[in-house]
């Protein structure tokens, strides 16, 4: 069954570029010219991903990231202008999955789009085995995506499981942003160092928020590190 995908924008040029390109990869689009239709078509469900445009007037992709996120972890990719390098960043720190920025190249948006659904449990080649890994209080279910820091469910989206993953497969080795950038993205996608960051201030406020603070140590000029205080602290 295609994978079907929200594109919202309040372009129609740019909504018709993007359905095109996806809908060429064998991927089914809808679309929304607003916040307020993004909303009602999020509601209404099937969906699989949100393409999802930031410099929207009225309800504006950020506060519509926000509204979802209240509710679910469904895949968002954010279209950014260059010049919102601020909004992006904060997109990403909201719960944004990835960004691409205007203009763009539709290739490029499509090889996001396929590798946030590879991380989110589609395509044929997932990128993480099934089965589990645990470091002390610290589970993720590969198989079901699925993660808990003492019993206690942790939201993750796609591509921050990938790199909790990572750190969890070999706890106290330094992963430098290159190689987490590769886990969660893949070899051939160019990714900003910031990307990474604010990916892992959103797992390290989801842990904190679970009890477990000071789990992820930052080495400085390397890189980062999941610890052995896998039990938290208070």
Known sequence: MAQRILVVDDEPNIRDVICFALDRAGMATTTARNGTEAMMAFH????DLIVLDIGMPDMDGLEVCRRI????????????????EIDRILGLE???DDYVTKPFSPRELVARVKTILKRSGYGSEPHISTGSVSVGSLRLHRGSRTASFADMPLTLT????????????????????????????GADMQVADRTIDSHIRNIRAKLSAAGGQGIIATVHGIGFKLTSNTKGSA
């Open 94 to 96: 909201i719960g944004g």
């Open 44 to 47: 209404r469900g099937g969906l």
């Open 158 to 185: 796609a591509l921050e499981f990938a790199i909790l993953d990572t750190l969890l497969s070999r706890a106290e080795i330094v992963f430098s942003r290159d190689q987490l950038m590769e886990a969660a993205y």
């Open 69 to 84: 996120r209240k509710t679910s972890d469904l895949p968002i990719l954010f279209l950014s202008a260059r010049d919102e």
